[in-house]
T-cell receptor
Framework: GAVVSQHPSRVICKSGTSVKIECRSL??????MFWYRQFPKQSLMLMAT?????????EQGVEKDKFLINHASLTLSTLTVTSAHPEDSSFYIC???????????????FGEGSWLTVV | KNEVEQSPQNLTAQEGEFITINCSYS?????LHWLQQHPGGGIVSLFM???GKKKHGRLIATINIQEKHSSLHITASHPRDSAVYIC??????FGTGTRLQVFP
C-alpha cells in the first residue's frame, strides 16, 4: 500500500479561490517533504522543500505567497494554492523521505498526485 | 544541456522484449532514483541507487558513478510495463522521462 498519501486526487475550483492539498506519510515520520508540479508531457519540477517546524524553501520562480506550504507535523505537509488562476491548473505531487536506516530507509516515496483544474 | 538526460525519449516494444533505458547526469549525486509514472499520474519509486546494481522482479537498475550513467532494464517486457520511466537525481532534478509502450 501507499506510504505517502495525497489528497484530494482531483479537484476543480473556481478562479480566485484557494485550494489545499495534503500530503501524509503513513508509515514513517518525514522531517522533509517535497512539492512538485508537472505540466502535461513535461517532467516534474521541484517547487519547494517543506521542513517540519520551519519555513519552506522555495525554488526560484515559485511564488511563496501564492503556494503556501505548511509542515506542521512530522507526517503532514500541506500545499495551498491561493487565488487560483487557470494557469495554475496542473498536476501537483509530493514526496517524502524516510530518514531512518535499514530497509526502506533513506528512500523517497511519492504521493499519488493531485490534479488541479481551475475554471 | 540538461543536468539529467534520458534516452530514448520514446520506446515501443513487443511483449517479451528486453528493454533498456539510459540516464546520464552531470552533477554530483548521493543517490539516483528510477521512477515509474502511469497515465493516471501516480508515481512509483522503483529503485534508489548509489552504487552497483539492484534487481526487483523483472527490473534491473545499474549505476556507474565514475561515468555518471545509469540504466534501467526490463526483462520479458509486458504491456502493463507501459508507462513513463523517469530518472531523478536526489529529490531535485528529474530527467524528461522515457515513454515506453509495450504491445502484445
Amino acid at each position: 500500500g501507499a506510504v505517502v498519501s495525497q489528497h484530494p486526487s482531483r479537484v476543480i475550483c473556481k478562479s480566485g479561490t484557494s485550494v489545499k492539498i495534503e500530503c501524509r506519510s503513513l508509515d514513517f515520520q518525514a522531517t522533509t517533504m517535497f512539492w512538485y508540479r508537472q505540466f502535461p508531457k513535461q517532467s516534474l519540477m521541484l517547487m519547494a522543500t517543506s521542513n517540519e517546524g520551519s519555513k519552506a524553501t522555495y525554488e526560484q520562480g515559485v511564488e511563496k505567497d501564492k503556494f503556501l506550504i505548511n509542515h506542521a507535523s512530522l507526517t503532514l505537509s500541506t500545499l495551498t494554492v491561493t487565488s487560483a488562476h487557470p494557469e495554475d491548473s496542473s498536476f501537483y505531487i509530493c514526496s517524502a523521505r524516510n530518514p531512518l536506516p535499514g530497509q526502506g530507509g533513506n528512500t523517497i516515496y511519492f504521493g499519488e498526485g493531485s490534479w488541479l483544474t481551475v475554471v | 544541456k540538461n543536468e539529467v538526460e534520458q534516452s530514448p525519449q520514446n520506446l515501443t516494444a513487443q511483449e517479451g522484449e528486453f528493454i533498456t533505458i539510459n540516464c546520464s547526469y552531470s552533477v554530483g549525486i548521493s543517490a539516483l532514483h528510477w521512477l515509474q509514472q502511469h497515465p493516471g499520474g501516480g508515481i512509483v519509486s522503483l529503485f534508489m541507487l548509489s552504487s552497483g546494481k539492484k534487481k526487483h522482479g523483472r527490473l534491473i537498475a545499474t549505476i556507474n558513478i565514475q561515468e555518471k550513467h545509469s540504466s534501467l532494464h526490463i526483462t520479458a517486457s509486458h504491456p502493463r510495463d507501459s508507462a513513463v520511466y523517469i530518472c531523478a537525481v536526489g529529490e531535485l532534478i528529474f530527467g524528461t522521462g522515457t515513454r515506453l509502450q509495450v504491445f502484445p
